[in-house]
């Protein structure tokens, strides 16, 4: 080959090389134990990410039967036996999403490793779940706050993932979700105009079929309410006592914390977490004390 020609694609290959991205380094699960599934020109790569806190399930108060259920179906699948992909929904700041952190947090140990999926990037998820199938550790993956739009095409690959492909999800992978709603699609009054009834029996229209559908494919349903006052006072001596000292709770914190939902417009784990933070922040502000 003549030698400027050759240095000339030698030059044209550099450049090249410069724009292609690059290849993503597999994640060491033997030293991470979480990463996030980010969007990729070529598909999507898995970045570790730390923990978020160190917040335990025991740390988790006024949600036992949730809890219990979530822990057992993952130690059930963290040892190879059966498992349900899980849907955990229900009111705003009522536990959802720090269970499952407290529950990584919990059996990381035990070989559980939890990868996030952003709703945006559920398109690519079966090459997620593709890349997980040979891989000697047990995964959950989770997404936040999941739902849908009536034009959202996005579920049909999280649909195909749960039980619709022909092979199915691999017996290394479990799906976790959380959402405000308990069928992921919203309801219309036009769901039901193609409702009918057969004999004694009730027949739903194709709206209303393809709404339930995904939602069946989570074999664990599990709801998540607003608190009690007496069980939300519970969760706020419980923080202030974690984040301060016992000696933080008091009649005037107990009054506090009542005025503090109050306002908020609703008793929460959040709420009471919140109220915690500020309830000891100013308090050691104004003792002078950090």
């Known amino acids: 080959m003549d030698a400027e020609l050759s240095q000339r694609l030698t030059h044209l290959l550099d450049h090249i090389d410069h724009w292609l991205p690059t290849v993503p380094t597999p994640v060491d699960w033997a030293t991470h134990v979480a990463a996030i599934w980010q969007r990729h020109p070529l598909g999507g790569r898995l970045v570790p990410v730390p923990p978020r806190d160190t917040m335990m399930l025991d740390d988790l108060l006024g949600i036992e039967r949730q809890k219990l259920a979530l822990v057992d179906n993952t130690r059930a699948f963290l040892q190879g036996l059966p498992a349900n992909h899980a849907l955990l929904w229900g009111s705003r700041g009522s536990g959802k999403s720090s269970v499952i952190r407290a529950l990584l947090n919990s059996l990381a140990n035990d070989g559980l490793r939890l990868i996030q999926v952003d709703r945006h990037d559920l398109s690519s998820l079966p090459m997620l779940v593709e890349q997980l199938r040979d891989t000697p550790h047990r995964f959950v993956v989770y997404c936040d706050d999941l739902s849908f739009e009536g034009n959202d095409d996005a579920y049909k690959a999280l649909k195909s993932v749960l039980d619709g492909a022909l092979t199915g999800p691999p017996e290394n992978v479990l799906l976790y979700a959380t959402s405000n709603r308990r069928h992921l699609l919203p309801e219309s009054m036009d769901d039901n105009s193609g409702t009918r009834l057969v004999g004694e029996e009730l027949h739903h229209g194709d709206a209303v079929e393809e709404r339930i559908s995904l939602s069946d494919r989570f074999g664990l349903w599990l709801g998540f309410h607003p608190f009690s006052q007496a069980t939300y006072l519970e969760v706020c001596e419980h923080w202030v006592a974690r984040i301060g000292d016992k000696q933080d709770w008091s009649d005037a914190a107990r009054a506090e914390a009542?005025?503090?939902?109050?306002?908020?417009?609703?008793?929460?784990?959040?709420?009471?977490?919140?109220?915690?933070?500020?309830?000891?922040?100013?308090?050691?502000?104004?003792?002078?004390?950090?």
């Open 258 to 290: 009542v005025r503090f939902a109050t306002l908020r417009g609703g008793r929460s784990g959040r709420t009471a977490w919140q109220f915690a933070a500020q309830w000891v922040g100013r308090k050691r502000l104004h003792e002078g004390v950090t």
